[in-house]
C-alpha cells in the first residue's frame, strides 16, 4: 500500500478520535464509570461508528478487493479461547485504568503530556512481554 495513504488515512483517524474526545482520559473514564457521575457520551461516539460501519461495509465488500491494497485483511478465526479472553480482559482493565486504549494513547503523543508517554510505553512493553511468553509456550 502506497505510504502516502497509510500516513493519511492515520491522521484522518486521529482527527477523528481527537474530534470525538477518545484522547480525553477522563471522558474514557467518565463513560465507565457506571455507578459514578456516568458520561454516556462516549456510546454516541461508539454508535455512530457502529452504523456508519454497518452501511458502508455493505458497499466496501462487493468490490473484489480494497481500493489500495490486492485483498482485504480480515480475522478469519472464530474461535474464542482463553487467549482471546484474556487479551480482551487485560484490553478493558487497562483502558479502565489509564482512560486510553491504542489508537487515542498513540495520538494522544502529540500533546506531549507525560501520561500519553508512559501509556505508549507501558503498552510496547506489554506487547514485548506477550511476544516473549507466546513463544515460549508454544515451545513447550
Known amino acids: 500500500m502506497n505510504r502516502s495513504i497509510v500516513l ?8 477523528g478520535l481527537v474530534l470525538s474526545g477518545m484522547t480525553q482520559p477522563s471522558k474514557v473514564i ?7 457521575n456516568w ?4 456510546a454516541f461516539v461508539m454508535g ?39 487479551g480482551g480482559a ?3 482493565i487497562g483502558w479502565g485504568i489509564a482512560g486510553f486504549c491504542p489508537g487515542p494513547g498513540i495520538t494522544s503523543l502529540v500533546s506531549l503530556q507525560a501520561p500519553a508517554f ?20 508454544k515451545k513447550s
Do not use: Y
Open 90 to 92: 487485560l484490553f478493558g
Open 48 to 86: 455512530g461508528a457502529v452504523l456508519v460501519n454497518l452501511v458502508l461495509f455493505r458497499f466496501i465488500f462487493k468490490r473484489q478487493r480494497p481500493l489500495f491494497a490486492e485483498k482485504f485483511h480480515l480475522p478469519t478465526s472464530k474461535d474464542i479461547d482463553w487467549r482471546l479472553v484474556t
Open 8 to 15: 493519511i488515512s492515520g491522521i484522518l483517524f486521529g482527527i
Open 30 to 36: 467518565g463513560f465507565l464509570d457506571f455507578f459514578g
Open 118 to 137: 508512559i501509556f505508549v510505553i507501558a503498552m510496547a512493553a506489554g506487547m514485548f512481554l506477550f511476544t516473549a511468553f507466546d513463544k515460549q509456550l
Open 39 to 42: 458520561d454516556p457520551s462516549l
